[in-house]
């Protein structure tokens, strides 16, 4: 954690309300697309992530300076997004299309059919991201698309790094079996 934060989160605990806007500037993007990338709907994840903006503020006090800011601004994220879920009975899936930013290469504009492959690629994974249980689904998206560590994920989800280690795997292999499911032909692009 940079000295800024710490310095930042300092102020945030005396009552510094604009330390606080400063501080989440930062991580206000990435905690949203965790949340879009957990729930699959923007106005859900808007929400979500202003619900869980709002209980970082108000337990800021209780941040210990264990772990980074980020693992525990994201933990609040993920959660924030369980609880909604759980509220609303139902599950949503994650979605890659709507939740990442594509910026198209030079050699993309160049080349549509290229752009319109990846695409459909990424539509694929999507629906094959929705057969996957939630616990593995999560920590696939955490690593695979979001590039967190295994530690952070651990810290970030509260569990085990084995157990992170073997719910990658596990989701990997799933994605990959129902990614083949629906279309063999992709065996190229997974391996």
Not at 4 to 25: A, N, P, Q, R
Not at 104 to 110: A, G, L, V
Request: with cysteine; glycine share 4%.
């Amino acid at each position: 954690m940079s000295d800024i934060d710490v310095y930042l989160i300092k102020k945030c605990i005396d009552g510094d309300l604009k330390s606080f806007e400063k501080l989440i500037s930062k991580y206000e993007k990435n905690a949203f697309a965790i949340a879009l990338r957990y729930l699959g709907d923007y106005d859900d994840a808007s929400d979500v992530t202003q619900d869980a903006l709002i209980k970082v503020y108000k337990n800021i006090s209780k941040f210990r300076f264990e772990s980074s800011f980020t693992t525990w601004l994201y933990r609040i994220v993920i959660n924030t997004s369980k609880d909604f879920l759980k509220k609303r009975g139902n599950q949503k899936i994650i979605s890659i299309e709507d939740s990442m930013i594509d910026i198209p290469s030079e050699n993309k504009k160049d080349n549509p059919e290229e752009h319109a492959e990846e695409k459909e690629v990424k539509n694929k994974v999507n629906e094959a991201l929705q057969n996957i249980n939630e616990e593995n689904r999560v920590v696939v998206v955490l690593k695979d698309i979001q590039g967190f560590t295994y530690d952070e994920i651990s810290d970030i989800l509260q569990i085990p790094i084995g157990t992170v280690r073997s719910r990658i795997s596990r989701g990997r292999a799933m994605l990959k079996k129902e990614i083949l499911k629906q279309n063999p032909d992709y065996l190229s692009l997974i391996g």
